[in-house]
């Protein structure tokens, strides 16, 4: 697609996706579906279930259940095969009620051909997002224009082999440009997660972050202090907590039954996902997971053993409790743990999101490539920088996590650097021209400093796992 033809065809999704569409007779009853949302030159759709039936569109996928991306898909689906993950499959069926005889769940890393494609084949990829979340890698030929968009594929009917990377939502890192599937190959049109794409948003990584929420519950429970210091300064925190003196360790022991003196943890989670963290922070504290009856189905819906087995019906045997991360603020904290009658002496909240990072203050909003790269590789993150919210107190203490399971602006450039593709589509803040124009601007950065480091060469990173 030319840069005018890609410009008109922005303009076109643009109009389609209007906040202020309702459908008519008029219209055809339906929202028509930008080109991003169609792969080039395939029947196959991604995400895009809100459209309803697409024109020669012969399978729809789903890349996880997350309330955005499945968008109108419900009981009433009839528009044609959902492909997707074994735990999306058993979320969407369980959650919205999808009938079985729709969802064809698909195996993980293994080459699957769709039916009714023209030959395509697909292979999932685990994400890095939330529970059952995968990348789509499809190969393939053109075979027909579907789809609402004016703009068509001079290549439909040629025997050339297209290859399509479908993000979805993804946390970036070493694994994914390292997956057999992956490696070596020219991906000619990559559909990225681009929630993060800009350089305010470095936050630091999912693996380091985990681990300090899990050492920063352990030090909390057993009353230890965060004696470390940050900047020359010590901890203010330090005097929150109460050490039991040895001479009052009999009295302590006998008033064991009469006070409750025990610590909750309470950990904001959306209906899927944040799961990692909660279960570090258990297998920290060696304690069970309670949350209530609706939560607990959905988890058990995600086929992992380790969390089920940490799962009780029981919230005063339960040390971490699960709730909404809107919950997770000081007054309705307090309300919640309210309704356990003063059975805790104190209470912990995390509050895990990517919105609470904030980047270092006098940090460059236009750093070059090389800057992001070594800036966010020179930073570590552990216990010690998680810090409490305003407004906590010696009994009730909030933390922001800045924890996110979409990929940092840092991971975004080692991701596209590391890749060897033709074209990128953002999926996400596309409504703006101003901020497509943005973040096109990075990927042309993106793309002249990979050319400067002799083509697609993979970023050095730090482990498996992350950059």
Known sequence: MTSYKENEAWKEASAVEDRNFRPTKANGGRRKAPFYKVLQGMPIAVDAFRYGTIPNVTAYFLTHAHSDHYTN????????????????????????????????????????TIPNTGGVQVTLIEANHCPGSCLFLFEGKQTVNAGDSAYKSPYVGSAKVFRYLHCGDFRASPQHV????????????????????DPKYCFPPQPQVISACAELAKRLAQGRPPDDTQGGKPRTMAGWFTRVDKSDKGKEKAKESDAPGKTLFVVGTYSIGKERIVKAIAKALDTKVYCDSRKAAILRCENDPELDAMLTT??????????????????RLKQYVDRWKGRYSKVIGFRPTGWTYTQPSGSDNLPSIPTVISRSQSRSFNYANLQPMRNSTSTLQVYGVPYSEHSSFFELTCFALSLDWGRMIATVNVGSETSRGKMGKWVERWEAERKKRGGAKIVEHRAEDYW
Do not use: F, Q
């Open 73 to 112: 898909l419900s009981a009433n689906w009839k528009s044609g095969p959902i492909y997707c993950s074994e735990g999306t499959a058993n979320l969407i069926k369980h959650m919205l009620g999808v009938d079985s005889k729709w969802v064809h769940p698909l195996p993980m890393d293994t080459p699957i």
């Open 178 to 197: 390292l997956h057999p599937a992956i490696k070596g190959k020219r991906i000619d049109h990559v559909y990225l997660d681009t929630t993060y794409l």
């Open 314 to 331: 029981d919230p005063l045997a339960g040390g971490v409790h699960l709730v909404p991360l809107g919950v997770i603020a000081s007054d």
